[in-house]
């Protein structure tokens, strides 16, 4: 069994039986209306499912009665989510006239968590987690040791197939869920390794000294082992910021920790300061991402910048500065995690994950101000170091910002102060609008002979644009192509305060497509403009607006039959399909370079016909992990870019 650090997280209350189980209402629309629970019924909805059953786990290591968690992604692509906790309670439930077991898998809000003695901090804290995690399973099997025995019940489509019944005598303590999503609500049946993995690190970082293994028993490494990854921290925050910043050039040694605990919510954070230009703070309340930030956030942000401002006021580093420091100059090139446990979040926002309990920003402000003024007074090396990058960052803004007035005041001789490359659309409703940016003149001009000029609008781009992760922020605002896009989409950064915040209220499409070459040059360029995306116009992206065209990589000619393909595997079968004899009988195969090999018809019935094409949504599932990997993909470090390009050689084109 871990310790925790707060002793008083740990219940010592040694009943947790059918009594403890609340039940607030019946399990109605969840398959219905999955994404009211989940989220979506895509990619995102089918990985939730694991995170919800995971995050009971958790909720038992926070209790204190878990230290170990063990994920399955099974052959048949169902999950397996085993840990060493207490065992959900099987004993009868008087009010619901059945097993706790029964009333936990199969009743909407029921479970420990409504119950204060059960658990005091709680991730899922709406109690619906695996209730919709078996309503949305064809099959469920939940195992159950406690008490020195071992329980189990199965389910369909969330109906129990028989009451819960004793199997045998056991010495192990714990619970064990075994499901496979319903494929008749899915969209997407294959579970992703790679993103489970991410949660699962993720996890381990905000619970300290709490072991996570996952398996994928669908495949096998060179020597013939089911791949496995073991995540465990024993330094939990600091651990996670040295994650994140091992491809940044750090200004300190180590990371400032600061963790502390007001009106029983617990409170930790992590910082630290590197010679980038981002800010990158990642925020969570009982391990949820909350992405869209909330009171927290804004304790962190006023408490930094009030203890920073203080310490450079008395140092006297500020008396030759002629212009106001701002709160982004306290927080450019800062990578912070904050993670709060709050009895009873109150959640808001466009998806649910912005903190709103008022009180938890005075807690975080009055720590992180008492705490890391100590650190400041004790570590004056350091202190001077993050003043002098505060000092260098309101320089930068300060050219910047005029870079940024010729943005938003561009051209007052042509009127509309557009581009002069975009060919923009007639439509003036934003919502019916699309704009494709587009790789080089030459495919631009293809692209504007093809499109739908009613909706579509195109932008060319002049090679690789500007590459925003190591390039300071007048840089940025003074690129011409990058000049181009901010006036194409109508979008400002700026307000009153002189706060980089992203204006949306002139977007003037709701379709932004990147559209590149199918080969090596075109898949830079396009990091490099979602790289541009990720730091400088991040609210795009979240709100969905940002995406990616998928041109076609072959044509394949058999006579007067044409068939395009966009991957190696259906070039493979179609060929297959023309081959007689062992030979490919007067196939002829094209292979798609560049945008510009196509001519505008069949750029527009492959590429740009919404009828027809493929587009793909750009979506931030894990923002710490994208955090981490563009700075890795465009910064300065090559050691650890090689490796990730070593790891995922097997998943990557090559054109020859």
């Given amino acids: 069994m871990s310790d925790l650090e707060n002793e008083d997280q ?4 040694p009943t947790y039986t059918a009594e403890n189980i609340q039940v607030l209402e019946g399990l109605e629309a969840v398959r219905k209306r999955p994404s009211m629970y989940i989220g979506d019924t895509n990619t995102r909805g089918l990985h939730h499912l694991v995170y919800e059953v995971v995050d009971n786990s958790i909720d038992e290591a926070l ?8 994920v399955g992604i099974n052959e048949d692509n169902s999950i397996t989510v085993v840990d060493n906790g207490r065992g959900i309670p099987v004993d009868w439930h008087e009010k619901e006239n059945k097993s706790a077991l029964e009333v936990v898998m199969t009743v909407l809000h029921a479970g420990g968590k409504f119950d204060k003695g059960s658990y005091k901090v709680s991730g899922g804290l709406h109690g619906v987690g695996v209730s919709c995690v078996n309503a949305l399973s064809k099959h469920l099997t939940a195992e159950v040791w406690r008490d020195g025995k071992s329980y189990i019940q199965e389910y369909e489509c969330g109906i129990p197939m028989y009451a819960v019944k004793e199997t045998g005598e056991s010495d192990k303590h714990g619970t064990k869920i075994t499901f496979m999503p ?38 096998k490494d060179e020597e013939g082992e089911f791949i496995t990854n073991t995540y465990y921290s024993e330094e939990g925050l600091k651990d996670f910021i040295n994650y994140l910043d091992e491809t940044r050039e750090k200004l300190m040694p180590e990371p400032i920790c600061i963790e502390g605990e007001k009106n029983n919510t617990p409170i930790e954070v992590a910082m630290q300061y590197n010679t980038s230009f981002s800010e990158n703070i990642h925020a969570y309340v009982n391990n949820i991402n ?45 990578t912070a995690v904050i993670s709060c446990k709050v009895q009873e979040p109150q959640f808001e926002g466009q998806t649910k994950t912005k903190l709103g309990n008022t009180e938890v920003m005075g807690y975080v402000d009055q720590i992180v101000s008492e705490l890391l003024t100590n650190y400041l007074e004790e570590h004056p090396k350091e202190a001077r170091l993050i003043v002098n990058k505060v000092i260098l960052a309101a ?25 002069g490359k975009l060919s923009d659309c007639s439509e003036k409703d934003p919502s019916l609008c699309e704009i494709y940016l587009v790789e080089g003149d030459s495919a631009g001009g293809t692209a504007k002979q093809g499109r739908d000029r009613k909706f579509q609008a195109i932008l060319p781009l002049r090679g690789k644009i500007l590459n925003v992760e190591k390039a300071m922020q007048h840089r940025v605002f003074e690129s011409e192509e990058i000049k181009n896009m901010y006036t194409a ?42 790289t541009f995306f990720f730091r400088y116009m991040k609210e795009l992206v979240e709100q969905g607006y940002v995406y990616i065209a998928t041109p076609p990589l072959y044509l394949i000619k058999k006579g007067k039959e044409e068939q395009y393909c966009w991957t190696e595997e259906e070039r493979q079968a179609i060929v297959e399909k023309y081959t007689v004899n062992g030979k ?52 300065d470090e090559v050691p650890p870019r090689r490796d990730f390009i070593e790891k995922n050689a097997k998943y990557a084109r090559i054109d020859i």
């Fill in 63 to 70: 209790a204190g009665h878990c230290d170990t968690i063990i």
């Fill in 489 to 530: 989409l109508g979008v400002h950064v700026g307000t009153e305060d002189d706060s980089m915040a992203l204006n949306l209220d002139k977007l003037r499409y709701h379709k932004i497509i990147i559209m590149t070459d199918a080969d090596v040059d075109g898949s830079h360029i396009a990091t490099l403009i979602l």
């Fill in 290 to 334: 909350t992405h869209e930030g909330g009171t927290h956030l804004a304790g962190f942000r006023r408490g930094l910048t009030r203890t920073l401002k203080s310490y450079a006021d008395k140092s006297g580093m500020l008396d030759k500065i002629k212009f106001d420091i701002s709160g982004d100059d306290f927080r450019e090139g800062l």
């Fill in 10 to 13: 740990i219940i010592n209350e």
């Fill in 395 to 419: 320089t930068a803004r300060h050219a910047a910002r005029k870079a940024r007035e010729l943005v938003q005041r561009k051209n007052v001789l042509t009127g509309s102060g557009l581009p």
């Fill in 182 to 219: 319903d494929d008749t609500i899915f969209q997407v049946k294959e579970y992703s390794y790679e993103v489970l993995c991410s949660r699962l690190r993720e996890l381990a970082f905000l619970n300290k000294r709490i072991t996570l293994t996952i398996t994928d028993y669908r495949e």
């Fill in 584 to 635: 490919e009988s007067s196939v002829h195969i094209q292979r798609y370079k560049g945008l510009g090999e196509m001519n505008a018809e069949q750029l527009w019935d492959t590429t740009m016909n919404p009828e027809f094409r493929t587009l793909r949504q750009v979506q931030i599932d894990n923002g710490a992990e994208a955090d981490r990997i563009f700075s890795m993909l465009m910064g």
